[in-house]
């Protein structure tokens, strides 16, 4: 499998606890992102926890934030807004909307902890243009679990 394509990424420091995006290994697809703040989510609290980064994405691509799933298994910590969408034009501080979905514990956020992870990716622009009907296809107009259910059980 070939390696991932590389796209420069300028990074601005907004603070001095600010840690540059770094993947982990290789093969990660996510770069980690870490807070600046120290802060406590009580159970279902949410908060913006500031990187201390801003970013100048290249045209044609996006950041998008997902949630960290050692942080989702282990605390019941996650991003309201998953993934979150940092646009290529954006230049203020990436800022993460973490959740505490734990229904007993805060959960406490030190300076310097891995939060999220930004997947840098390409996009396309769609051309939307309105329409009388739309071309038959095999799933047609079901949804919402139409498709079969809970993994391979099938159950409902």
């Known amino acids: 499998m070939a390696a991932p394509t590389r796209v420069p990424v300028a990074v601005r420091r907004l603070h001095a606890d600010a840690v540059l995006p770094r993947y982990s290994t290789d093969g990660d697809a996510g770069a980690d992102l870490t807070s600046v703040a120290e802060l406590t ?61 734990d229904p007993t ?24 243009s309105e329409a009388d009907s739309l071309p038959d296809s095999a799933r047609g107009e079901t949804g919402h679990g139409s498709t079969g259910g809970f993994g391979s059980t099938g159950r409902r």
């Open 105 to 128: 514990e805060p959960f406490t956020v030190r300076v310097g902890d891995r939060i999220a992870q930004l997947v840098v990716q390409e996009y396309l622009h769609g051309e939307f």
């Open 41 to 101: 989510l009580a159970p279902g609290e949410r908060a913006l926890v500031p990187t201390g980064l801003a970013l100048a994405l290249p045209p044609g691509t996006v950041g998008l934030v997902h949630p960290r799933s050692g942080l989702a298994a282990r605390h019941g910590v996650s991003i309201v807004n998953a993934p979150g969408t940092v646009d290529s034009g954006y230049r203020g501080e990436v800022l993460v909307n973490l959740v505490n979905l």
